[in-house]
């Protein structure tokens, strides 16, 4: 009895041996798909707010990772912005920029008319004497002498009778004075155009005569009060504006 008793006994630990170990590759085999499972399970439920994952110690935070998200995408559209905004602004301040100094050159070229007219306000006018002056107030004009007693603001000036000139036969030395006057010769007006902003003729002999506020014309002479011949019966003011365009002089027709 005691010999059965214990050949019962070792029988017994024998059959445990053996189904433990056959139970442990069983065990060891299920836990790595317990830890996949638990990993599947953290990105399932990774998007859900407020909540976390642990798996094999690893904590997933949802709202952590989403507000990460949140903020990376703004700082990239905020780097967008800022490229685009790099972009656009010196384009924006190239126009701006442009503007401005369009205005600035359009100020400075009436400021550098007004102060050449006050500083040749002191010159000779077209027909003047501009020996003493040694200038003249035409833009483009310049001084160019006669004689010892007499000189005269002209565009150009060509040695020897000037058939121009009114007063005398006597030749021209043309010897400039001083410097031509900055910009160019006024471009006169033709028969039947408003020389109102010209104030000169091309025509010789024709001087501009203002009819009113908003016109004047070339003519060889003017009666104020309305122009019996004309289709338009509005008086004329018939004032003067500009020198009277000189023909040939009167010793032409002498000398020549």
């Known amino acids: 009895l005691g010999l059965s008793l214990a050949a019962a006994a070792a029988i017994a630990a024998v059959v445990a041996v053996v189904a433990i170990v056959a139970i442990a590759p069983s065990a060891q085999r299920r836990r790595p798909a317990r830890v996949a499972d638990t990993l599947s399970l953290a990105t399932a439920v990774k998007p859900a707010t407020g909540s ?5 110690g690893i904590v997933v935070d949802a709202d952590e990772e989403r507000t ?4 990376d995408v703004a700082n990239q559209t905020g780097e967008s912005d800022d490229t685009h905004g790099n972009a656009t602004m010196p384009s924006a301040r190239k126009r701006g920029s442009g503007e401005r100094d369009a205005e600035e050159r359009d100020e400075n070229v009436t400021q550098s008319r007004a102060a050449n007219e006050r500083d040749r306000s002191h010159c000779a006018a077209d027909g003047e004497n501009c020996g003493k002056s040694k200038c003249c107030r035409s833009s483009g004009r310049q001084c160019f002498t006669k004689d010892s007693w007499w000189a005269e603001c002209m565009v150009d ?3 020897g009778p000037n058939l121009l000139d009114q007063s005398s036969h006597t030749p021209w030395a043309c010897a400039a004075l001083g410097e031509r006057a900055p910009g160019e010769p006024a471009a006169c007006s033709e028969d ?3 020389c109102s902003e010209t104030k000169c003729c091309k025509t010789a002999g024709k001087q501009c005569f203002r009819k009113n506020a908003e016109r004047a014309e070339c003519r060889a002479s ?3 009060g309305p122009d019996l ?3 338009d019966w509005q008086p004329w003011t018939c004032e003067a504006l ?3 365009t000189m023909g040939a002089a009167p ?6």
């Open 222 to 224: 003017c009666a104020p």
């Open 251 to 256: 010793w032409v027709a002498t000398q020549c």
């Open 229 to 231: 011949k004309a289709a």
């Open 242 to 244: 500009g020198p009277r």
């Open 68 to 71: 990460r998200n949140v903020t």
């Open 157 to 159: 000036c060509v040695q």
């Open 52 to 56: 976390s994952v642990e798996a094999e």
């Open 192 to 194: 039947g155009e408003d």
